[in-house]
């Protein structure tokens, strides 16, 4: 397994390549949630990438950015059993060189919820993604449900600029309780992380109530609010019902929706959502 520091370095590794290569691109501190998306790509594909790179521009906090949790050893171990080919641990400097200016920016799937909330994250996301892309030149691209809409905004992106990766979706992998694995799990407090199962609980009671047939969508989001609520230290940020496609919310669910909600618990922010098929 090669570990590539630059763009340079990235681009020789992939001319030197045969046969489909797939694409994993994460921040590390790699759980089982990375490992699926891993997996998927071995599976399909002869080659496969795993980057790591920790993007400061999609942070909104730098206190944020600088508590990520940083482990790349026990990573590149994970990575190896895996059967990745390659990791693109980029250096900031080689990313994002002094003068840097350039940015993408995402379309319409980035503009409610995460991106109502994080003011400049997508755009952090989108510029990232396409230098990433622009560097393995993937034939997959292998992104987690738990992130929607990032898989939406990165969809949207890759399309509009006629890029050839095609971009896979990969269902959200759980704790036992039903909690999304997430890297920033590892910074709840045990009391939180007691709580946090509330989550996966509060997405279920909206599933079920429309799985009963409500499709009054703020009867479903109030519905997720109140079990949410049940968890004294559950700060809620949104809950939101919305078409599965163009990410807005209709008063009345007609098409394939999805509840993505998010939450707070201490200076913690979670994300988790769950698809409402017709
Ligand atoms: P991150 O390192 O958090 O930026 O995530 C890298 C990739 O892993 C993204 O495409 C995430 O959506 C995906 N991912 C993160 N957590 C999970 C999970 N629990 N299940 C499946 N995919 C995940």
Redesign the pocket.
């Known amino acids: 397994m090669e570990i590539l520091r630059t763009p340079d370095e990235m681009r020789q590794w992939r001319l030197r390549q045969t046969g489909t290569i797939g694409f ?6 790699l ?4 490992a ?2 891993i997996r998927r790509s071995v599976a399909d594909n002869d080659n496969t990438v795993l980057s790591i790179f920790v993007n400061a521009t999609q942070f909104n906090e730098q206190k944020d950015y600088e508590s990520y949790p940083r482990t790349f050893e026990t990573d590149s171990a994970m990575a190896k059993a895996l059967e990745v080919s390659a990791i693109y641990a980029p250096s900031q400097e080689s990313m994002y060189p002094d003068g840097f200016q350039v940015a993408i920016e995402p379309g319409i799937a980035s503009i409610p919820m995460e991106g109502s909330s994080r003011p400049g994250h997508f755009r952090g996301v989108a510029t990232v993604v396409v230098k990433l892309l622009n560097a393995v030149e993937p034939h997959n691209a ?6 929607f809409q ?2 939406a905004v990165v969809q949207e992106v890759v399309r509009a600029l006629d890029m050839s990766p095609a971009i896979i979706g ?5 704790d036992a309780d039903g909690l ?4 920033r799990n590892a910074r709840l407090s045990l009391l939180h992380r007691g709580q946090a199962d509330i989550i996966w609980k509060a997405l279920q009671s909206g599933r079920d109530l429309f799985t009963l047939g409500e499709r009054d969508s703020s009867i479903i989001a109030e519905a997720v609010r109140t079990t949410l609520s049940a968890a004294p230290d559950c700060t809620v940020d949104y809950v939101s019902v919305c078409a599965a496609d163009t990410l807005i919310s209709e008063a009345t669910i007609t098409t394939p929706s999805v509840i993505c909600v998010a939450v707070w618990f201490g200076d913690v922010r979670l994300i988790d959502n769950v698809d409402l098929d017709l």
Do not use: C
């Open positions: 994993v691109p994460t921040m590390g501190a759980h089982a949630g990375h699926e998306l292998y992104f987690g449900r738990k992130d990032q898989l990969v269902d959200t992998i759980r999304a694995l997430s890297s």
